[in-house]
Every structure is written in structure tokens, then in C-alpha cells.
């Protein structure tokens, strides 16, 4: 079975901390996600990354940064977090070619106070 | 700019009750259309369509695709509580690596 592990399912921060969120697969895949999940916008892509080292936006990646510098991990760094980033934050992961589906962490909820 | 667009948004049935989910999509060079189960955790993966016209079945639920009006239903028989869920409608499209747009999810409540 394909594991992605988020390092926390809850985390409460303070505005202007620096927020790192990490996200782990065992299945070595190449591509990997994450995405923020509000009521009423369903799932919104921040960043992705498809290969080590490499990475692009999504569609909405203001005020967040990722690295990925292992294979099998990718973070999302929030610079200074603020109360408009308080959220949930899934991960996902999916191998390379056409026709595969991700596969979703637990989630992290994000809370900036 | 890629849209997905689900219908209801929220739903309430009883126990027993046929249940029909939209989606609706805008999404350039098409490459398929996914649905995931989403309950208090990680979304789980039910379908993914490429093709027109051909019915994905899995237990009491099935899901079917139009290409030509761009649309896919997920469709519940005979639901149960254990189905309540939000249900997320996702597109594969342009030219990124497995890049989803996701609708915004169908809330569904099945009670008792």
C-alpha cells in the first residue's frame, strides 16, 4: 500500500512564524503535491514538484515556499505565516505517466493566531 | 483557466435512497476525470475515466463520463451511513505532471 505520511495533523501558529509542514511517501513516486482545503473551495494547488529540486506553482502559491530535496519528501514553508493561511493542508503523491491517481496524506490543520 | 464544478453541494438522504453526483468541467487537453471519497482524513480514490460512455463500477457505486458534454455523474444505490462523505470531482488536464483541479466537493449526509 502507497504511505504518505504529514508530519502533524494539528499545529497551532502564531502570525509572522515560519511554518514547515512536511510530507513523506514510501512508493517512490516523482511527483508530489500540496494542496490547501477550504469549505466551499474544495482542494487548491500551492506548489508541486516533479522531480528532486524541481518544482512549480500552482495556483495559488503566494505566501508559501517548498522544498524538495530527497525523493521521498517534499515540505511546504510558510515564511511568515498569517491568519488567512489557517487551513487544511493535504499532501499527495503520485508516480510518473499518464493514468496514475494520487495518493493523499491524512491532512495537516493549520491554525495561525 | 481550468474549472471543475460539482453539483449539489450538499445533500441529505435516507437510508436506502439512490443518490446522483455531478461534475462538470473546462479543462484544457483533457486527460481524465477522477472521483475521491473523502471522510474525516485522507481523500480515497473511488474512479478515474478516460473514456466516453463506459460505466465504472465498484459495489453500490458507479460512475460514467461524456466527453462531448464534458460531464461525469457518480451515481450511490441503496446508500448507507457509512457513505456520508465529501466527495471531491478532480480533472487531469493540461500539460503538468498529473496536475487535478478539483471541484468543490458534494457534502453528502445519509441518515438513518
Known amino acids: 500500500d502507497v504511505k504518505v505520511t504529514q508530519s502533524s495533523r494539528y499545529l497551532v501558529k502564531r502570525t509572522g512564524e515560519k511554518v514547515f509542514l512536511e510530507c513523506v511517501q514510501d512508493?517512490?513516486?516523482?511527483?508530489m503535491f500540496w494542496y490547501r482545503q477550504d469549505p466551499g473551495l474544495g482542494l487548491r494547488l500551492i506548489y508541486f514538484?516533479?522531480?528532486?529540486?524541481?518544482?512549480e506553482k500552482g495556483d495559488i502559491p503566494e505566501g508559501y515556499s517548498v522544498s524538495r530535496e530527497k525523493k521521498e519528501r517534499f515540505s511546504l514553508i510558510l515564511e511568515s505565516a498569517s491568519t488567512n493561511q489557517t487551513s487544511m493542508y493535504l499532501c499527495?503523491?503520485?508516480?510518473?505517466?499518464?493514468?496514475?491517481?494520487?495518493?493523499f496524506g491524512p491532512g495537516t490543520r493549520l491554525t495561525v493566531l | 483557466e481550468d474549472k471543475v464544478v460539482q453539483s449539489p453541494l450538499s445533500l441529505v438522504v435516507h437510508e436506502g435512497d439512490t443518490v446522483t453526483l455531478n461534475c462538470s468541467y473546462e479543462?484544457?487537453?483533457?486527460?481524465?476525470l477522477l472521483w475521491y471519497k473523502q471522510e474525516k482524513k485522507a481523500p480515497t480514490f473511488l474512479f478515474m475515466l478516460?473514456?466516453?460512455?463506459i460505466e465504472k463500477k465498484s459495489g453500490r457505486l458507479s460512475s460514467i463520463l461524456d466527453k462531448k458534454e464534458l460531464f461525469s455523474i457518480l451515481n450511490i444505490t441503496a446508500t448507507q451511513t457509512g457513505d456520508s462523505a465529501v466527495y471531491l470531482c478532480a480533472v487531469a488536464g493540461g500539460t503538468s505532471y498529473g496536475k487535478l483541479t478539483f471541484g468543490q466537493g458534494t457534502i453528502l449526509t445519509v441518515h438513518p
Open positions: 478516460t473514456s466516453s460512455g
Open positions: 512508493m517512490d513516486h516523482e511527483n
Open positions: 514538484s516533479y522531480d528532486v529540486k524541481m518544482k
Open positions: 479543462v484544457t487537453n483533457f486527460r481524465s
Open positions: 499527495a503523491s503520485r508516480p510518473g505517466g499518464v493514468g496514475n491517481e494520487q495518493f
